[in-house]
């Protein structure tokens, strides 16, 4: 099975995966893994989905009561034997029918084995470290997944991770000389990954060209913002900063920037980005904005820590206060210049316009807002604000004529139709057209059940039954 990146599945796969980090995010583990699951047995060739769904299920498994969880475990007995007949004839299927199996609950030592087994076959070592993963979370002590979730992280360009665990197997055997010969092959491989090979030995050249495809795999990752391992980034930055000792090229800088971001080393990754700068004489849109994002990160680095350890600096509330206000003027310096320095961007000027509105400046907003919505590039987005803004001016009408326009042209019920129906719901009420109001949260209710406050809304909006009001007397 060959391993996907998201600029090569369907864009409904890409959604769901969005959908569920959101709900991850906001701890609903249930509804994110209800996502993740027919989006990884649909597209088993991206490894990202089974990253992302371990994490959830392993979360949700340790929050879980123990009797629902012992319940799940003796469920299990009865699906092994299909599960494993199924994996004699058809390993992806049944790969499937595990997943669905685990959504209940991760920790069935069974059905991960067999998942694990169905991967091996099936050549996909991602999701075989995946499963192996889950087994070593709530099974720590098994020596034997150790050392099978060693050689599928190892099949799967994990060398170092792999590495790792077979230094915690030696250091516990010292005296055992098949495990300190595991130890040794471990390092050699951990060592090509790194790049310390000769280029002439034809034994390391399989080994090399894998290198480099999990290497151009990883870069793209990074450039698609779907990487967020810091061993993977690691590997991204020894690569570019060996490259730079003989080609100190423009473009590779700006890729070990974006390496330095994802290892949330800031201060770093703005240091490359102003080199590029420097180097190219004219900063672009994009750099100014990457630079932005370093500098602002490096900020709010900051006042995380503030808010940490408080006792370790002097007036930490002051500090707080004075690197937040420099956020704020930064963002805004920053939007103006690259406004005024390129009055032709649509985007630019739009993205200017948004931060007034953030700032609740909202009659600069609209001003510019008003402009936007003249250029096709950026009517739509446009409209929406400008129907946010004509409702903080108590203009209902003028609000549900732009957003009406601007829902009709979004194709995709994705976070921005969402949010224009909201809006759009918001001022229907104040002309009252309930209606249509009502009508407008249950589209977004269809797609995310708790958006915002539309559940309390739709209480509102929707009478009771009289059967229902019957009963309340």
């Known amino acids: 099975m060959e391993r996907k990146t998201f600029s090569k599945v369907p864009i409904y796969i890409r959604d769901s995966y969005n959908r569920a980090l959101s709900h991850g995010k906001a701890g609903n583990y249930n509804e994110a893994i209800k996502i993740l699951v027919p989006a990884a047995c649909n597209a088993p060739e991206v490894p990202v989905l089974f990253e992302r769904l371990r994490e959830y299920e392993i979360a949700k498994c340790k929050a879980m009561n123990p009797a629902v969880k012992a319940l799940y475990q003796i469920r299990q007995i009865f699906v092994l034997l299909p599960l494993m007949i199924k994996a004699h004839t058809d390993p992806v299927g049944a790969m499937a029918s595990c997943e669905r199996q685990l959504a209940g609950c991760v920790d069935q030592i069974g059905v991960l084995k067999i998942l694990a087994s169905c991967a091996e076959v099936a050549e996909a070592p991602w999701i075989a470290v995946s499963a192996l993963e889950a087994l070593r979370e709530f099974h720590p002590k098994d020596e034997v997944t150790l050392r099978r979730l060693a050689t599928a992280m190892q099949l ?3 060398a170092n991770e792999a590495l790792s665990i077979h230094r915690k197997l030696a250091s516990g055997s010292p005296a055992d000389l098949a495990t300190q010969n595991e130890l040794r092959s471990a390092m050699a491989l ?3 990954q790194r790049g310390n090979y000769d280029d002439s030995d034809s034994d390391a050249a399989p080994a090399k060209r894998n290198l480099a495809n999990n ?5 793209q990752q990074l450039l698609e913002g779907t990487i967020h391992n810091s061993e993977q980034a690691q ?3 020894d690569r570019f900063s060996r490259d730079l000792e003989t080609n100190d090229s423009i ?4 890729k070990l920037a974006d390496a330095y971001m994802v290892m949330k080393n800031f201060n770093e990754a703005y240091n490359q980005y102003k080199l590029v700068g420097e180097k190219l004489g004219v900063i672009d849109p994009v750099l100014d904005k990457q630079i932005e994002q370093a500098y602002i990160a490096q900020l709010e680095q900051g006042i995380e820590e503030l808010r940490a350890h408080p006792e370790q600096f002097d007036q930490p509330e002051t500090q707080i206060g004075q690197f937040t206000q420099e956020i704020a003027s930064y963002r805004l310096r920053h939007a103006v210049k690259r406004a005024k320095d390129f009055p032709n961007d649509a985007q630019l000027q739009f993205d200017l316009g948004a931060l007034y509105f ?4 909202y009659d ?12 096709p590039q950026t009517r739509r987005n446009a409209l929406v604000y400008l129907g946010r803004c004509a409702i903080l001016r108590n203009a209902p009408n003028e609000a549900v004529k732009n957003l009406e326009e601007a829902v009709a042209n979004m194709y995709r019920l994705d976070k921005y139709k969402r949010e224009a129906l909201y809006y759009l719901g918001n001022a229907c009420e104040m002309t009252g057209n309930t209606d249509r109001a009502a009508e407008c949260y249950k589209l977004i209710q269809g797609s995310m059940a708790n958006y915002r406050d539309i559940v309390e809304r739709l209480e509102k909006l929707t009478p009771a039954s009289p059967d229902a009001a019957q009963q309340e007397k």
């Open 156 to 158: 799967n360009n994990q």
């Open 190 to 192: 951990a060592s090509i």
């Open 215 to 219: 290497e151009e795999a990883v870069l």
């Open 235 to 237: 590997l991204l930055i």
């Open 251 to 254: 473009d590779m800088r700006r």
């Open 358 to 361: 953030e700032r609740e400046e």
């Open 364 to 375: 600069k907003a609209e001003e510019i807002m008003k402009h936007c919505a003249e250029i």
